[in-house]
C-alpha cells in the first residue's frame, strides 16, 4: 500500500493477539486436519469457511470489528490486543456477508454481530466522518498509526464505506431488523465527509487529516495503486460528493497515468505508483474491487478487468521464471503483495522480492485467475499444511529460501480471500455493490463505461 511504503515500514507496531469467546454462538469450525482427495469447490469452501473464522471468533470481543493481527506465537505485546483495524474491519464486513449468506453462522446471529460492529463504529472516533486507521476496539479511541497519524484516513474508511453499501443492499428488503441495520449502514456511508479531503477544495484527494496536525500528513493520492475505490466513492457520495475533475486531475494526474508497457507480455495502460513500467503489489488488485466490480469496467484509461488479469499473470509468470532463483517457486507457489516477511514486513513486487510468498496473493485473485490460483490453494494445502494451514486459515507469508514459516494472520490479508473466493463463487459482494444507485451514478460521473 501507499502508505506501507511511506509509513508503514518504520512505523508499524507488531502486536500479538489472542482469540476471544463472543457472545454469538460460536460458527462450526473446520477441522484443521488435512483432508486429500477434496474437489475444488469443496477446496474453496474449507479455504473460505476456515478463513471466515478470522472475523468470526478472532474478532476483538468488545466491538465485534477484525483485529489488525493475530499471532499464533504469542511474540508481541499482550496490551495491545484490542487493537482493531479499520481496513480489516471494512474486509471483514464484506467477509461476514458471505459467511451468513452460505450459512458459516445462522442468520440471527450475524445479524446480531453486524449490528454490533456497526453500532461500534457509529460511536468510534471520526473525523469528519472519516475513521483513523487504528482504533482501540474496547473504548472506540484512535489508536495513533504513526506521531502526526491520529486522525481520520480516508483510504482506510473507504474500505469500511464499501462493505457499508454491500450491508445495505443485502437487507434493505428484509424484516424490520434487517431494515433497521440497513439504514444503519447507510447512515454511516453518508456521513463521511469526502469533499472535506480535498484540502481546500483541491483537486484531488488526501489520505489524512487529523484535529492536531491538520494536513501536515501532506499526503494527496494519485494512482494508479490500491486506492480507486476512495474516488470511486467519493464521487459517489450522495451528501458530500466531489467533482469529477478531483479524479481526472488528481487521480488520474491530469492523464499524465496513461503508458503502454508490458510485463512478461502482458499489457498495461497505466502506470503503477512508484513503478517504471513495472507492476506493483497484487493487492492493488483486489482492494479497490471486493465490491466494484472490474468485469466489464472501463474508463478513459484502462480496461480494469484486462488491467487485473494481466497484473495476476504478470506475477505468476515472474515467480514461475524465478529470476532470482527463490526455492520452491513455481506454478504451484507465486503470489507478491504486502505482507509479513523476512525482512519484517514488506510490500512485495518483482522489483521487491525477498523470496516470500503471501498466500493471500494468489487466492485473492482468483476470479482473475482461477486454473493458476487453485493450484496454489491445492499445493499450500495438501502438499504444505500445517506449515502454513492454521486456525484462521493459511499464515500471511512463508520462505521456502529462509525456512520461514511464521503462524501470524493480518487482517487486512484475510479479508480479501474470503470475500474473492465468495465472488468467484456466486458474485455475491459485487453484485450488492454495484447494485446501490450511488455508486452506478458516481461511476457515470467520472465516465465509467460497464460493458459485460
Not at 472519516?130 to 474496547?138: F, S
Not at 500445517?386 to 525456512?403: H, I, L, M, Q, R
Amino acid at each position: 500500500m501507499l502508505k506501507i511504503n511511506h509509513i508503514l515500514f518504520s512505523t508499524l507496531l507488531l502486536i500479538s493477539l489472542s482469540s476471544c469467546a463472543q457472545k454469538e454462538k460460536p460458527a462450526q469450525t473446520t477441522s484443521l486436519s488435512i483432508k486429500k482427495g477434496l474437489s475444488d469447490d469443496e477446496l474453496l469452501d474449507v479455504v473460505q469457511k476456515q478463513t471466515f473464522q478470522y472475523f468470526w471468533d478472532g474478532a476483538e470481543p468488545t466491538s465485534g470489528a477484525g483485529r489488525e493481527r493475530f499471532h499464533v506465537d504469542n511474540v508481541y505485546p499482550e496490551n495491545d490486543k484490542s487493537t482493531v483495524a479499520t481496513g480489516a474491519t471494512g474486509f471483514g464486513l464484506m467477509a461476514l456477508l458471505s459467511g451468513i449468506d452460505r450459512g458459516y453462522v445462522t442468520k440471527k446471529d450475524g445479524l446480531a454481530r453486524l449490528n454490533k460492529i456497526l453500532d461500534f463504529l457509529a460511536r468510534a472516533d471520526r473525523f469528519h466522518g472519516a475513521w483513523p486507521h487504528w482504533i482501540y476496539g474496547e473504548t472506540g479511541k484512535v489508536r495513533p498509526f504513526g506521531q502526526k497519524d491520529n486522525g481520520g484516513d480516508l483510504v482506510e474508511t473507504s474500505f469500511v464505506a464499501q462493505a457499508l453499501i454491500c450491508i445495505d443492499a443485502y437487507y434493505k428488503n428484509g424484516s424490520t431488523a434487517e431494515k433497521a441495520l440497513a439504514k444503519k449502514a447507510d447512515s454511516l456511508w453518508r456521513g463521511i465527509d469526502f469533499n472535506w479531503y480535498r484540502n481546500g477544495n483541491q483537486n484531488v484527494l488526501y489520505w489524512h487529516w487529523s484535529p492536531e496536525y491538520k494536513w501536515e500528513m501532506n499526503f494527496p493520492v494519485k494512482g494508479y495503486n490500491e486506492c480507486l475505490i476512495m474516488y470511486v466513492l467519493a464521487a459517489s457520495s450522495p451528501t458530500h460528493t466531489v467533482p469529477a475533475e478531483v479524479y481526472h486531475e488528481g487521480w488520474a494526474n491530469n492523464g499524465a497515468i496513461k503508458t503502454n508497457f508490458e510485463v512478461y507480455g502482458h499489457p498495461f495502460t497505466m502506470k503503477y505508483q512508484g513503478q517504471e513500467n513495472g507492476v506493483g503489489p497484487l493487492f492493488w488488485a483486489h482492494y479497490s474491487y471486493l465490491g466494484l466490480n472490474p468485469k466489464g469496467l472501463k474508463d478513459r484509461y484502462a480496461n480494469y478487468w484486462e488491467n487485473n488479469v494481466n497484473h495476476t499473470l504478470a506475477i505468476h509468470d515472474y515467480c514461475v521464471a524465478n529470476p532470482k532463483k527463490f526455492k520452491g517457486y513455481s506454478e504451484n507457489s507465486w503470489g507478491l503483495t504486502a505482507s509479513y516477511s523476512v525482512k519484517g514486513y514488506a510490500a512485495h513486487n518483482p522489483q521487491e522480492d525477498f523470496g516470500v510468498i503471501s498466500p493471500t496473493a494468489a487466492i485473492s485473485s482468483i476470479p482473475y485467475t482461477p486454473k493458476e490460483s487453485m493450484k496454489v490453494i491445492r499445493h499450500l494445502y495438501e502438499d504444505l499444511g500445517d506449515k502454513v494451514w492454521g486456525k484462521y486459515g493459511f499464515y500471511d507469508a512463508f520462505s521456502e529460501t529462509d525456512n520461514w514459516y511464521p503462524q501470524r494472520y493480518l487482517g487486512i490479508d484475510q479479508g480479501p480471500m474470503v470475500v474473492m473466493i465468495e465472488n468467484y463463487r456466486s458474485g455475491l459482494l459485487w453484485k450488492l455493490f454495484m447494485s446501490n444507485t450511488d455508486v452506478q451514478m458516481g461511476l457515470k460521473k467520472l465516465d465509467f463505461q460497464i460493458t459485460q
